[in-house]
């Protein structure tokens, strides 16, 4: 199981955080998960006004995530499934979205949770979607990652007193 070694994190003064969460729309169940999950965190850190934000797939998700980097956002959390099939679309998709993200994170600055799952078949995306009988809660752990990326970041370039 690919949660197995994940760390704990405790994520304190983190409320006055300005966090958007970008959320596809394929596969509703799947990406219901992911969002209850993700909203669950961020309620549970006391950010409570978080902007939701969703687009047509996957592949849309780097494009929206760069324009909230630039918009004032401290922390953004992308939210996806991608199922593989018989093409190579699953292939091209997966690292186009993976580097995008990537790429947008790295060039502003701004952290990015990857909430995008890439799975084999639906069994294995609703094990991963933090549902009712679910395994993992993916959602849940792209903000926290987020989250946690936003606070270190702040700690490392305020002045020195």
């Known amino acids: 199981m690919s949660g197995k070694g994940a760390p704990e994190l405790s994520v304190k003064n983190c409320?006055?955080?300005?966090?958007a969460v970008i959320a596809a729309q394929w596969h509703e169940k799947v990406m219901d998960g992911l969002v209850d999950g993700a909203l669950r965190?961020?309620?549970?850190?006391?950010?409570?006004?978080?902007?939701l934000l969703r687009v047509p797939g996957s592949?849309?998700?780097p494009v929206a995530a760069k324009v909230l980097a630039g918009r004032g956002y401290h922390?953004?959390?992308?939210?996806g499934v991608v199922i593989r099939g018989g093409t190579p679309h699953f292939?091209?998709?997966c690292q186009g979205v993976t580097q995008g993200l990537t790429r947008v994170a790295v060039d502003t600055g701004v952290p990015v949770g990857f909430g995008v799952l890439t799975c084999d078949d639906d069994e294995q995306?609703?094990?991963?979607?933090?549902l009712?009988?679910?395994?993992?809660?993916?959602?849940?752990?792209?903000?926290?990652a987020a989250v946690a990326t936003a606070v270190?970041?702040?700690?490392?370039?305020?002045p020195w007193h």
Do not use: C, F, M
């Open 125 to 130: 995306a609703l094990d991963r979607a933090g």
């Open 15 to 19: 409320q006055d955080l300005r966090v």
């Open 132 to 144: 009712e009988g679910s395994n993992e809660d993916k959602g849940h752990e792209a903000v926290t």
């Open 59 to 61: 592949w849309e998700l």
């Open 91 to 93: 292939d091209y998709v």
């Open 75 to 79: 922390a953004i959390v992308a939210l």
């Open 41 to 51: 965190a961020l309620h549970d850190l006391g950010i409570d006004e978080p902007t």
């Open 152 to 158: 270190l970041l702040r700690s490392v370039s305020e």
